[in-house]
């Protein structure tokens, strides 16, 4: 990620927040943002039950590497799981997670497969998003969900295929990059892949689209190192 300042990086997460909530990505006071501070300064993270559209770079809650608060308002009751992923994922330098309305529906509805959530029905969602698995229900904020969620990333990247995202049934996805723009983007692209599949389900069977094939697959990988 640029470097950014830590004022920069409160501006960033609070204009995020104001651009998935204006979208109806997220709504009321789900989701959450947070980045990873430079050096070993800890994270930022939005406050427990804010609602994203009208953060206050001030308020953000600032913790240290080790969770503890060091200034700002409550932290969010998913701060473990954040804090999970970025151990986990050395590459993330920013988690985002919404209750985006086509990504909740498909876990009610039925996902394609508990290690793929969707198919690859389209190239920028192999490009852009990659494998999704599920992660059982959870209560919000549970620990036990943070460790599902760092067992499927750490699995993940020992088969070659690191993960950008993984969905918690019934609650929604957590998506994570190297900045709070290309966090956003990825969830983009993986809430509109679950709109085009869900809007495609109500066709007859024999019109439903099909994911790529391998060799297609195969291109994706050699042209833009697409992660599937």
């Known amino acids: 990620m640029p470097h950014l300042s830590h004022e920069a990086l409160r501006e960033e997460v609070c204009r995020v927040g104001r651009s998935l909530f204006a979208r109806g990505y997220v709504h009321a006071t789900a989701g959450n943002v947070s980045v990873r501070l430079p050096g070993a300064a800890g994270f930022l993270i939005t406050p427990t039950d804010a609602c994203l559209g009208f953060l206050e770079p001030e308020r953000l809650a600032h913790v240290d590497l080790a969770g503890t608060q060091v ?62 698995p599920l992660i059982p229900y959870h209560r919000p904020g549970d620990p036990a969900a943070a460790e599902r969620v760092a067992a499927a990333i750490t699995a993940a990247a020992a088969r070659g295929t690191p993960l950008r995202a993984a969905m918690l049934d019934r609650l929604g996805p957590n998506v994570w990059h190297a900045s709070p723009a290309e966090a956003m983007a990825t969830l983009e692209e993986l809430e509109e892949t679950a709109r085009l599949w869900l809007m495609c389900s109500t066709l007859p069977l024999a019109q439903r689209p099909q994911p790529l094939g391998e060799a297609q697959l195969q291109e994706l990988r050699q042209h833009f190192g697409a992660r599937w």
């Open 71 to 132: 200034s700002g308002e409550r932290a969010s009751k998913t701060l473990a799981l954040h804090r999970r992923i970025y151990d986990s994922a050395p590459e993330a330098h920013c988690v985002i997670h919404t209750h985006s309305t086509h990504l909740v529906a498909l876990t009610l509805a039925g996902v394609w497969s508990e290690a793929d959530i969707l198919p690859p029905i389209t190239p920028y969602y192999v490009m852009k998003v990659g494998h999704v």
